[in-house]
C-alpha cells in the first residue's frame, strides 16, 4: 500500500490507512505512517505493507481510508493524488 504525504508544522499524530467494506465499517487490514517518517520540506511515497493480506471480492466494493487523530489549522498532512 502506498499513499504520498507531506506536513506542515509538528505533528504528532500517525496516519492511519485501513481498507473496509464499508466507510464506517471494521478495518479489514492497515498501515500507518507515523509524523518522523513524513519530510516537511516535499512530498514523497510512503510504501509499507498491510498488517495482513485483504482478498477483494469480485464486483464488492471496498474502501479506502486515509485518516489522522489530531485536528489543528497551522499543522497538518498534505495528502497528494496522481491525477494532475
Known sequence: MGIILGKHGYLTANVMVSVRKSLDGVDLARM?????????SYEDLYHKPLNKPVKAADGAPSYLVIRTSRQHPSRYYHLYDLWG
Open 32 to 40: 500507518a505512517v507515523s509524523p518522523v517518517e513524513v519530510s516537511s
